[in-house]
Every structure is written in C-alpha cells, then in structure tokens.
C-alpha cells in the first residue's frame, strides 16, 4: 500500500468518525477541499461509493462500513507501533483523551492534575466526566475510570481502588425533626435525597445490604439531582437523607455534620479500575499517565 492510499484510508476513517467532510477537516487541520479530493481518489481507487450524501450528513455505504470494519484496527496499530518507536528517546508529548465519572475524577483525578501537568508539560489532556458507561474503543478515548473489570474485547483493567461503601447521612436538624431511623421499615417515614442517572433517566434505587443480601427500599423525596455537589448540599441544608461514597464524604470540608444513619446496612461497591485500549498503553504519553494515577494511588 502507497502512501497516497494510506492517508485517504486515514482521511476516510475521520469522515466516518466525525460524521461529515466540514468536520473531518477541522479535525485534521487541513482544507475541506482536500478531504474531498482524498475521497473522491479513493472511491475512484475501490470502484465504489464509500458514503451516502444527504442534506444533513453522510453516511456509510455497505462497502464503506465493510472498509472501516477491516482497516481501522490495521491503521491504529501501525500509528500506535509509529508513535512508540518515535517516542523512544522523546520526553512524553501529546494528547490524552480520558473518560470518567464524576466521582472518579473528584477522587482521583482532581487531586492529580496539577502534579501531572507540571511534571509532563508536554502533554494534553482532554477529560470528559461523564457518569454512563462509554466504549472507549469506539469513542476514541485512551483512557477510562469506572467501577469493575468486565469490560470490552482488547482493553487492559488496572486497579485504582479497593471497594469502598456507599453511606447514608443526613443532618443533625433533619435528624432532631425526623429522629434517627434504626431499621429498613423506619425509612418509610423519612425523605430519600434522590440521585437520577443522566444516561437513561432513571432514578437510582436505594439498595441496602441486610445481612448480605440487598434490599430495595421505597422512599418519598423532595430533591433529586444528577451531581454530586448537589445531593451534598441537599443533606447539608437537612432536605432529607442522602447518599455518598465515604470516600466523597472525607473530602466534604464540614464532614462531621454529615451524621452516619443505619450504617450497618450500607452497601459495598467493587473496587474502581483505570482502563484502556491495549494499544494505547503501549504510547509513551498514555503510558506516563497510567503510571502516575497508579503510583498515587497504590497502598
């Protein structure tokens, strides 16, 4: 394969990526014009239509899909193969795309920017807090935090953290109007601070564990919310009682007026693992990154 055939193949590939010529053009910093033009060579060079116009987008044909499908993986693991040959004796350089929740990066990532930045001014970060589930495959990510290690075909899990409880707490105010509640009937008589997930709209069941096995608990609300910050306040202005990781909890600088309720029912989450494809591990601006949220981490 020439080198032409090989940069229309890259071209083709963002087009499909970014949804549009305009776009991909932007993306690559090069000219509308030429993305065209790189297009139209290889359509020309295949015999067929690679994408459907459309007023709004354009789209895949069958041969195009087919063609992303067998090439994609082809043209990662040789700019990857590139990027770590060329990386040997630079200082880490580069962008570093990473996808995490909003509690992850509050935990994990936040107190770690400004140590990372300074130690490799050579890299950028892009961060997308974001509290569903993302393929970072497909999404194009290098790196991702979420909860467990069942994840996609050709991604690596690394632990970041031991399982850790989610607590319920509530304030002194709430507690002197409402009393303390002992047991997982009592909670019918209380407010629950609601957490809704942005991902599907749905609002996040309270689930207990009682004597090691869960239990759903139905209760009324005044407030819910998709942030964090936002239950927080909720329970700090005694809306009802609400739900935090304890380790969300030791970084709320008025901690002690969140006062444990039922303690003995919460529920434990698994441990929260840093994942990535296997190809990006292998760049040395992605690899630099990994070993710093694990060495801050470990122990």
């Known amino acids: 394969m020439n080198n032409a055939i090989y940069n229309q193949i890259r071209i083709f590939q963002c087009i499909a990526r970014e949804g ?24 020309q060079h295949i015999g067929h239509p690679l ?27 040789l700019e990857t193969s590139l990027e770590s040959i060329r ?3 630079q200082e880490p350089s580069g962008l570093v795309r990473i996808t995490l929740s909003r509690f992850a990066y509050l935990l994990i990532l936040k107190p770690a ?25 497909d999404e194009r990510f290098d790196l991702g935090i979420r909860f467990g290690d069942i994840l996609e075909g050709g991604v690596v899990a690394r632990l970041l953290m031991q399982p850790f409880r989610e607590g319920l707490y509530a304030s002194g105010a709430y507690l002197e109007k409402f009393g303390m509640p002992d047991k997982p009937a009592d909670l019918r008589h209380h407010r629950l601070i609601g957490y809704r997930f942005i991902t599907n ?15 759903t608990v139905e209760m009324p609300g005044q407030l819910i919310s998709n942030d964090i910050d ?24 008025d901690r002690e007026h969140f006062l444990p309720v039922m303690e003995r029912y919460w529920k434990t989450y698994p441990p929260v693992y840093l994942y990535y494809p ?10 630099a990154l990994i070993d710093f949220l694990i060495s801050r981490t470990a122990g």
């Open 20 to 43: 549009s010529i305009s776009a991909a053009a932007r993306k690559l910093e090069i000219t509308p014009p030429s993305v065209s033009n790189a297009l139209k060579l290889l359509e």
């Open 51 to 77: 994408f459907v116009r459309t007023t709004r987008r354009i789209e895949l044909t069958e041969t195009g899909q087919q063609l992303l499908e067998q090439t994609a993986a082809a043209v990662e693991s």
């Open 87 to 89: 990386d040997q004796n």
């Open 113 to 137: 920017i400004a140590a990372f930045c300074e130690h490799y001014p050579g890299i950028q970060l892009e961060i997308s807090v974001y509290d569903g589930t993302v393929n970072v495959i």
């Open 201 to 215: 709209n749905r609002i996040l069941p309270l689930i207990l564990n009682d004597k090691g096995e869960q239990l």
């Open 230 to 253: 936002v239950m927080a306040d909720g329970i700090r202005n005694g809306l009802g009682i609400g739900r935090l990781f304890e380790p969300i909890w030791q970084l709320q600088s």
């Open 278 to 287: 296997k190809s990006a591990g292998k760049t040395k601006r992605v690899k």
